[in-house]
């Protein structure tokens, strides 16, 4: 199948490349020429396990890149649209690169093609995509609109990508879901899966994975309610977080005991300084915007934002009430990303806290295995940067751990407490266990669980004078 990606960003980029990998013939469109230029070259501009490996397998051959969105549309079967679709001020998702790349690709349709929705775009977005196409003169019956949600998430792109818990095909033809079919059927028939070449399967992989066919808006509607329902979990668990610090509960032992039930299912309920990212903050409010418009106040997603933003202010106020005052105080700092496993710091509730705390007048070094160099482009040069935890641990008055790197989960205790001036911790991602630390000589702090503090240590260097 030759297939059409428009848009090399995150989602564009991984699905025009893992397309290719299953045997497609893909060009990857994007007006930028100079990231085109990098790509073709062999440059990979994002930190994406097991994206370069197809990259250089594919690229020159299954997989080409190019600055002519006509001429791709011309010569294929699918067109994937990918583009940005940022928030506006009032929260809604701004549609102009998608119309504006439906304009465009009305003029190249002189045979049947899929049109397909690859962006995350409110519910009707498909219908304006219709309705841009016809307005150009286009041939109804030479097109249709499709809309395929992508449900990635970053750092486990491809895996995602290839092992997929479903796949969504909003199809209002039973021609246009043909061609998708057919475009996921070395997925759905598990012959991918076969190869030598094969991505690792992940374990709790779905082989084959289920193809769900619904109708456009269904589908479109499945990828906004997927992403609030994920950030309403998170939401809730902080929330419960919060109770179990007044109450003097363990968050962690409440999820186990919630999280078993499969009704609930563990995932998606770990407490922390809130979710960040290029999709769930945006997508919340786009979702929360387009129902209003449609007439229904959905009140749940404010609560759900309110929550989030309130868990950083949370953290902050933790961090005040170990060292008391910020200014002039040497903070060492774990984790600038939004998440683990990726070099990506959009919306990321550590950027937001470092900016907090600068703020308040202290010092900062940050590590972060992979997202300093974005963060550099947005914090400059306010903070230092360190090699490692270790550098940035070292002669801090505490250290923060802001984002779950697994390689922050395996620190040698020893020697950040000997790094630090003094042994505080204060760890808005829960990595370690508060006895295990107090055992170690900290003082440690976390979410929805009680302070804990070293064995001997003067009641009087305690808050209120007392372990907590
Ligand atoms: C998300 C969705 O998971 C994915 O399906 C969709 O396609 C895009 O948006 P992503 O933004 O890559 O993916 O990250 P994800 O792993 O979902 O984490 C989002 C945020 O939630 C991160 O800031 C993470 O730290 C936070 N998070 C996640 C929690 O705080 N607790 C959790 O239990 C899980």
Redesign the pocket.
């Given at each position: 199948m030759r297939i059409a990606v428009v848009g090399s960003g995150y989602v564009g980029l991984v699905a025009g490349a893992c397309f290719a990998d299953l045997g497609h013939e893909v060009i990857l469109v994007d007006n930028d020429q100079s990231k085109m230029t990098a790509l073709r070259n062999g440059q990979v501009p994002i930190h994406e396990k097991f994206l370069p490996e197809l990259l250089t397998r594919n690229r020159g051959t299954r997989l080409q890149f190019s600055d002519d969105l006509k001429e791709a549309v011309r010569v294929s079967a699918a067109v994937f649209v990918a583009v940005g679709t940022p928030p506006t001020e009032s929260g809604e998702a701004d549609l102009s690169y998608v119309e504006s790349v439906a304009r465009e690709i009305s003029g190249a349709i002189d045979d049947y093609k899929v049109v397909v929705e690859k962006s995350t775009v409110p519910v009707y977005t498909s219908e304006w995509i219709r309705r841009i196409i016809l307005r150009n003169g286009t041939d109804p019956e030479l097109f249709d609109v499709a809309s395929n949600p992508?449900?990635?998430?970053?750092?486990t792109a491809v895996t995602d990508f290839l092992f997929p818990d479903r796949i969504v095909i909003g199809c209002d033809s039973s021609r246009s879901a043909e061609v998708l079919r057919e475009i996921y059927a070395p997925l759905t028939g598990a012959t991918y899966y076969h190869r030598a070449e094969a991505i690792p399967q992940p374990d709790r992989a779905l082989i084959p994975p289920p193809l769900i066919v619904t109708s456009t808006k269904s589908a479109e509607l499945i990828k906004h309610a997927?992403?609030a329902f994920?950030a309403m979990k998170?939401s809730f668990i902080n929330a419960v977080a919060s109770v179990c610090e007044s109450v003097g509960a363990n968050v962690n032992q409440v999820v186990h005991g919630i999280g078993t039930d499969t009704r609930i299912g563990s995932r998606?309920?770990?407490p922390?300084i809130?979710?960040?990212?290029?999709?769930?903050p945006k997508d919340v409010m786009a979702f929360r915007a387009v129902a209003r418009e449609h007439g229904y106040d959905f009140r749940l997603l404010d609560e759900v934002m309110h929550i989030n933003e309130d868990q950083r202010h949370r953290f902050l106020r933790k961090v005040n009430s170990a060292l008391w005052t910020l200014r002039g105080k040497r903070l060492g700092v774990l984790g600038l990303a939004?998440?683990g496993g990726t070099d990506d710091i959009r919306e990321s509730?550590a950027i937001a806290i470092v900016q907090s705390l600068l703020q308040q007048g202290s010092k900062i070094t940050a590590y972060d295995p992979a997202g300093m160099e974005r963060a550099r482009e947005v914090i400059g040069d306010h903070i230092t940067y360190a090699n490692s935890s270790y550098e940035a641990a070292h002669d801090a008055d505490a250290l923060l751990i802001l984002t779950?790197w697994e390689e922050f989960a395996n620190l040698d205790l020893g020697r950040v407490r000997q790094e630090l001036k003094y042994p505080i911790v204060i760890d808005g991602r829960n990595l370690y266990d508060p006895e295990a630390m107090a055992a170690q000589g900290f003082t440690y702090y976390s979410v929805g669980r009680a302070t804990s503090h070293p064995d001997g240590v003067p009641a009087a260097v305690l808050k209120n004078g007392k372990k907590a």
């Open positions: 992508e449900f990635l998430r970053e750092g997927s992403n994920l998170i998606f309920l770990s922390g809130g979710y960040g990212g290029s999709c769930f939004f998440k509730p779950e």
